[in-house]
C-alpha cells in the first residue's frame, strides 16, 4: 500500500497506544469466574446482576484479547515489511486508508470483513478463510 513514512509512522504509533490500552484492560480485569462465589451470601437479584456483569467482563476480554492479537499482527506486518501493512489478508488488494484511520489493526478489506461476518458469498473470488 502507498503510504508516506510519515502516515505510517502515525498508524504505527496509533497501534502502539491501542495495544498499551488492550493490555492495562486485561491486566485490571480478571477472568469472571473467580468473581462470583456460588456459596457467596448476596441477594438472588445480586447475584443475577454479579453473573451478568460477569458475561459482560468476559465478553469484553475476549473481544480485548482478539484485538490485540490483530493489532499485533499488525504490527508484525509493519515491522517485517511495511509494504504489507494496509494489504488485505484475504484479497492482498489496498484495505484503505480511511478504513484504517477508523481501526487500524484491519486486516482485512471492507468486501473480505463482509464476506467474513455476513456468510455472504457474493461470488468473489478468493482463498477460503483460514481457520485456525
Ligand atoms: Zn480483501
Redesign the pocket.
Known amino acids: 500500500m502507498s503510504m508516506t513514512p510519515e502516515v505510517l509512522a502515525d498508524f504505527r504509533r496509533r497501534l502502539q497506544e491501542i495495544e498499551g490500552d488492550l493490555r492495562t484492560h486485561l491486566n485490571d480485569t480478571v477472568e469472571g469466574s473467580e468473581i462470583v462465589e456460588l456459596d457467596s451470601p448476596i441477594g438472588r437479584d445480586t447475584r443475577i446482576e454479579a453473573i451478568q456483569l460477569q458475561k459482560m467482563n468476559n465478553a469484553n476480554r475476549v473481544r480485548a484479547k482478539a484485538r490485540l492479537q490483530l493489532v499485533m499482527t499488525a504490527l508484525e506486518k509493519i515491522e517485517s515489511d511495511e509494504e504489507l501493512y494496509g494489504l ?6 489496498d ?1 484503505g486508508q480511511r478504513r484504517l484511520e477508523v481501526r487500524p489493526e484491519s486486516p ?2 471492507l ?3 463482509s464476506e467474513l461476518e455476513g456468510g455472504v458469498d457474493n461470488g468473489k473470488r ?1 482463498r477460503r478463510s483460514r481457520k485456525s
Do not use: F, K, V
Open positions: 488485505c489478508g484475504e484479497c492482498g488488494e484495505i482485512l478489506c468486501s473480505c470483513q478468493g
